[in-house]
T-cell receptor, first 115, second 115 residues
Framework: AQKVTQAQTEISVVEKEDVTLDCVYE???????LFWYKQPPSGELVFLIR??????QNEISGRYSWNFQKSTSSFNFTITASQVVDSAVYFC????????????FGQGTRLTINP | DGGITQSPKYLFRKEGQNVTLSCEQN?????MYWYRQDPGQGLRLIYY???????QKGDIAEGYSVSREKKESFPLTVTSAQKNPTAFYLC??????????????FGAGSRLTVL
């Protein structure tokens, strides 16, 4: 069965600090997709990144970077030089490649950036 | 601007009443989904639909019903059979055929409280 664990329930840092959100996943599939979504206070989830299981290249997008390591089944998310606008709940999610939609979400990490 | 509109944003219900949550999208997306979010938990899939007049149960469909009479609309009815309906409900959509690679676009959610 698929499972996603975000062990950090809440994180609070001061603006401009770097912060890493952890995500550990379990799956028996060799082909799968990993996602990160951001949920700001307004409620809607916003897509940040998708990574397939065959692409272990790390990705950087501005202040955001993602570290995918199949050896440890982790897909961690780092925000560099955090800003107050980064405050949100962040979800990591896993999906099998075949068949119907089976997106499994982690519990989410509430990130608070203090000025 | 294209997007997903959910209404109402807040809804209060007495025990034993059915309520219907609206979800409308103008993205011309084929697939639509309903998720439930409880405090401190990830999202769980209630129902999803690939095409008009067809929908499938997700992981927690008991006590819920849906319809897909139009491509743009996917209303969710929370019935009196749902034992613990107080939650935040999110509607989502995606383009193309449903697969694990789908990137979801979410609405802003509806918060249902049972009095």
């Amino acid at each position: 069965a698929q499972k996603v664990t975000q062990a950090q329930t809440e994180i609070s840092v001061v603006e401009k600090e770097d912060v890493t959100l952890d995500c550990v996943y379990e799956t028996r599939d060799t082909t799968y997709y990993l996602f990160w979504y951001k949920q700001p206070p307004s409620g809607e989830l916003v897509f940040l990144i998708r990574r397939n299981s065959f692409d272990e290249q790390n990705e950087i997008s501005g202040r955001y970077s993602w570290n995918f390591q199949k050896s440890t089944s982790s897909f961690n998310f780092t925000i560099t030089a955090s800003q107050v606008v980064d405050s949100a709940v962040y979800f990591c999610a896993l999906s099998e490649s075949q068949g119907a939609q089976k997106l499994v979400f982690g519990q989410g990490t509430r990130l608070t950036i203090n000025p | 601007d294209g997007g997903i509109t959910q209404s109402p944003k807040y809804l209060f219900r007495k025990e034993g009443q059915n309520v219907t949550l609206s979800c409308e999208q103008n993205l011309n997306h084929d697939a639509m989904y309903w998720y439930r979010q409880d405090p401190g938990q990830g999202l769980r899939l209630i129902y999803y639909s690939q095409i008009v007049n067809d929908f499938q149960k997700g992981d927690i469909a008991e006590g819920y019903s849906v319809s897909r009479e139009k491509k743009e609309s996917f209303p969710l009815t929370v019935t009196s059979a749902q034992k613990n309906p107080t939650a935040f409900y999110l509607c989502a959509s995606s383009t193309g055929r449903i697969s694990g690679a789908n990137v979801l676009t979410f609405g802003a959610g509806s918060r249902l409280t049972v009095l």
